[in-house]
């Protein structure tokens, strides 16, 4: 089956630099968008980031410049750079696949999903 799973979350204090990545398995990688999403507490999941099976790239407008989200095919992996990092990126980082060519912010589109990492930013 397919699975997807996060690693690299942890505690930061702002100003500072992460990078969570994704391993996927049980489906054909390269053929997927990724994508990353986040929720932080009280507040709905919303879109982070996504990166197309021919590496177009999309982000959402807090993370632009901050950001940065890549895949190594050979490894099944999505990465998700995060420098300049803010006490509001804080929140549980989920990564997603998406069977359709096209990138899409959509989390209802996305067909599979990790259990998310947690990202602390601390003031």
């Known amino acids: 089956q397919v699975q997807l799973v996060e690693s690299g979350g942890g505690l930061v204090q702002a100003g500072g630099s992460l990078t969570v990545s994704c391993a996927a398995s049980g489906l054909t990688f390269s053929r997927y968008t990724m994508g990353w999403f986040r929720q932080a507490p009280g507040k709905e999941r919303e879109f982070v980031a996504a990166i197309s099976w021919n590496y177009g790239t999309r982000y959402e407008e807090p993370v632009k410049g901050r950001f940065t989200i890549a895949r190594d095919n050979a490894k099944n992996t999505v990465y998700l750079q995060m420098n300049s990092l803010k006490p509001e990126d804080t929140a549980v980082y989920y990564c997603?696949?998406?069977?359709?060519?096209?990138?899409?912010?959509?989390?209802?589109?996305?067909?599979?999903w990790g259990q998310g990492t947690q990202v602390t930013v601390s003031s």
């Open positions: 997603a696949a998406n069977g359709g060519r096209a990138i899409t912010m959509a989390a209802p589109l996305y067909d599979y």
